[in-house]
């Protein structure tokens, strides 16, 4: 069983930037794609950042050139580096792993989710 927990989130000013983490467990990390959605208020979970276990990534258009998934094998962990944060940016941001090494824009992928970490971008 892989368990994954994110850490990273909090209050930031709109333009402020903010880097989570994702820690997982298990010995199969270094095989896995990897992901990032998220859920605002009153919306769908939606996609962010997706990467395979070579290191490709894949952006969400909204946070394209903002934001950037990254992953270290040795430690287990994922990262999402997020720049020039919006308002609109505002969400629980969750982490999601998948028992394959390709990355997918689609939650309904992924067979691992970390409990959320909440993102809150202030005006």
């Known amino acids: 069983q892989v368990q994954l927990v994110e850490s990273g989130g909090g209050l930031v000013q709109a333009g402020g930037s903010l880097r989570l983490s994702c820690a997982a467990s298990?010995?199969?990390?270094?095989?896995?794609?990897m992901g990032w959605f998220r859920r605002a208020p009153g919306k769908e979970r939606e996609f962010v950042a997706t990467?395979?276990?070579?290191?490709?990534?894949e952006s969400a258009d909204a946070v394209k050139g903002r934001f950037t998934i990254s992953r270290d094998n040795a430690q287990r962990t994922v990262y999402l580096q997020m720049n020039s944060l919006k308002p609109e940016d505002t969400a629980v941001y969750y982490c999601?792993?998948?028992?394959?090494?390709?990355?997918?824009?689609?939650?309904?992928?992924?067979?691992?989710w970390g409990q959320g970490t909440q993102v809150a971008v202030s005006s």
């Open positions: 990467i395979n276990s070579i290191g490709t990534a």
């Open positions: 999601a792993g998948r028992a394959s090494p390709w990355g997918s824009v689609h939650s309904r992928d992924y067979d691992y």
């Open positions: 298990g010995r199969t990390f270094s095989s896995s794609a």
